[in-house]
């Protein structure tokens, strides 16, 4: 009886440790960087901290202030640390007042100075907006930022990560090590950067954001086409992110593309976890909630008055499509002009391809067609399933129909998510023998 009483009480800490940890896990790392003045101890001792929970949750309860005393637990841990250092410098001196038992346990803020609420209301925004840009500092490599960020501003575990990406644990948790040394051998201070470098440094952050949802939106590998939980977490941190910088429109233009694209997820798989087209998708099963959402947070950027940025942009051509009734219904034209605007401020070979497919809606497959086998001779797209996948659809269109099935086999070949492949095999089989 005492061991399932034991395991009841440590599956129960359990929950309540992965909430507050995945509600609160920001706050929490961000208060312990700015208070310890260093982003690496800040996140070791979070760390800690949980695990600590884990077995202090399960013997005595959770605390009537569960994120005060992950705080406590945390600035004590980072005590020992500078202790272990012999760091008897000013850090050591503000971080080294005794905390009580009591304070301790309970995690109530400790007497006397205002400055040690959990965390500071004053400076919250702040904390949150600097953990952000140490953890996409530009000094990082791509792959290091968007697992940085996964794990100390979204609280994802390395396994979390891992699985979403496709890698082995340990190939994240090396990029999360190797991203904390750099930013400690580069001397990265944990601070928001000044006024005329922040909107430069905060196009990587968006760019981090647009990866992770990117890949949860259409898994480049694997069986299962979508990655839903990380495209929430992107989706979380943006609107997070957009509370943080209510003035930039293209914060509200990330957060609108994430809303209107992911409203779409219900009806993109089957019952058996099979891609469904565009054309054959069920637009009722669509989430009207995020269409709304969405279209509430493209007017926040178009309200601003600067124009759309490239977020901005994608996020209108897919409010086209939430506001369609169908394909043949879709306002094409504009589409087509979003595209041009959007490859004149992100010029790429995807933007290129995408406004062919426009194109092929709007004028025909042969005019799209030329576009697209410009970008076959430019070879930017060598070795990607989508520039032969989208060919293919038009030679079919032209009835092509030998060249289009080869097409589609090559993009087969080419691409790596199981669900993707097989869609692109169903067609080629359809196109049956030769001319």
């Avoid at 309540?16 to 996140?43: H, K, N, P, T």
């Avoid at 609420?117 to 140490?134: E, K, T």
């Avoid at 979003?338 to 809606?361: D, F, K, Q, T, W």
Wanted: charged share 25%; net charge negative.
């Amino acid at each position: 009886m005492s061991d399932n009483s034991d395991d009841a009480a440590a599956e129960t800490a359990r929950r309540a440790v992965e909430a507050v940890w995945r509600i609160e896990s920001a706050r929490i790392v961000a208060a312990l960087a700015r208070w310890s003045g260093d982003f690496e101890l800040a996140e070791d001792v979070a760390q800690e901290a949980l695990a600590e929970a884990l077995t202090g949750w399960a013997r005595d309860g959770a605390p009537a202030n569960p994120v005060g005393w992950l705080l406590a637990t945390g600035r004590r841990r980072a005590i020992d640390s500078f202790r272990r250092r012999s760091a008897r410098d000013e850090r050591y001196a503000l971080l080294a007042r005794p905390l009580t038992e009591g304070e301790i346990s309970s995690g109530a803020p400790p007497a006397g100075q205002a400055g040690d609420l959990p965390w500071d209301p004053d400076r919250i925004d702040d904390d949150i907006l600097a953990l952000m840009f140490v953890a996409c500092h530009p000094v990082l490599a791509p792959e290091a930022r968007v697992a940085l960020t996964l794990r100390v501003v979204g609280g994802l575990t390395s396994e979390e990560i891992a699985r979403a990406f496709l890698v082995p644990v340990a190939t994240v948790q090396a990029r999360i090590t190797r991203a904390k040394k750099t930013i400690a051998a580069a001397g990265v201070p944990f601070e928001l950067p000044p006024a005329h470098e922040r909107r430069d440094r905060l196009g990587g952050v968006l760019s981090v954001l647009y990866v992770i949802f990117t890949e949860g939106s259409t898994a480049t590998s694997g069986d299962s086409l979508l990655r839903a939980a990380l495209a929430g977490e992107a989706a979380r941190l943006a609107r997070m992110l957009s509370a943080l910088l209510p003035g930039e429109p293209e914060v509200h233009g990330l957060l609108a593309l994430f809303e209107l694209t992911a409203a779409r997820f219900p009806a993109r798989t089957g019952p058996n976890g099979e891609a469904v087209l565009l054309e054959d998708q069920d637009r009722r099963r669509w989430d009207r909630s995020a269409i709304r959402r969405g279209l509430a947070a493209l007017g926040r950027a178009q309200a601003a008055g600067r124009g759309l940025g490239p977020y901005g942009l994608q996020a209108a051509i897919a409010a086209c499509h939430a506001a369609a009734p169908s394909v043949a219904e879709t306002d094409w034209e504009r589409i087509v002009v979003l595209y041009e605007a959007l490859g004149r401020l992100a010029p790429s070979p995807v933007v290129e391809l995408n406004r062919a497919v426009a194109v092929a809606m709007s004028q025909g497959p042969q005019a799209a067609l030329d576009l697209v086998d410009d970008l076959v001779v430019s070879g930017r797209l060598a070795g990607s399933h989508l520039l032969p996948t989208v060919r293919g659809e038009l030679l079919s269109r032209l009835g092509r129909t030998a060249e289009a099935r080869a097409e589609l086999e090559l993009a087969a070949r080419l691409c790596a998510n199981t669900q993707e492949r097989a869609v692109l095999l169903r067609k080629a089989a359809v196109l049956g023998g030769d001319e």
